[in-house]
């Protein structure tokens, strides 16, 4: 069975990631891609009151166990486009470690902090400021696949420049690059 392909964008709350994922399930080549979204894993977990000091390792273990679905729909040869936030590095040393085997192509989503910040108010759905803290977090491995502005471009066009990128690479016999280099980034700077 053949291994799924995934799209996987990071950007900060609010960039647009899950309209570009929508986007790109209209027009992605091949058996019907998936939607996995970070933000429907932590809205699947009961609304039962927890203490201040159990949050962090209940986020910390949904987001494992996201990445842990994301390694077994593609294992299962289901081609992915994930949405998530590398707003800890922890959360991309995890994805790399997880997802060692598939073909991942990484997506950097960006938008500008003013049109973040205007979304956010007018979602209303997000702390004021999320996007604010995450925006110099989420990129700060600095390397991608593919890159899009949100800001400037529609979720359409950043799907389409997103689908030419992926089509050009299978196109070339080429697989993306961004997850190995991180992988080899991350092992030369291991302690040994």
Known sequence: ???GRIVLLNGTSSSGKSSIARELLTILDGDPWFHL???GFG???ATKEVTPEAVDGILKRTRMGFHRAVAGMAAAGND???DHVFSEPWRLDDCLTVLA???VHLVGVHCALPELERRERARGDRPPGLAAYQYERVHAHGLYDIECDSGTASARTCAEHIKAQVDACI????APTAFRL????????APR
């Not at 196109?171 to 080429?174: I, L, P, S, T």
């Open 182 to 189: 991180l992988r080899e980034r991350r092992t030369a700077v």
């Open 1 to 3: 069975m053949r291994h």
């Open 101 to 103: 085997d598939a073909e």
């Open 171 to 174: 196109a070339r016999g080429e």
């Open 43 to 45: 809205a699947m977990r």
């Open 80 to 82: 992915l486009v994930v």
């Open 37 to 39: 979204a970070v933000d």
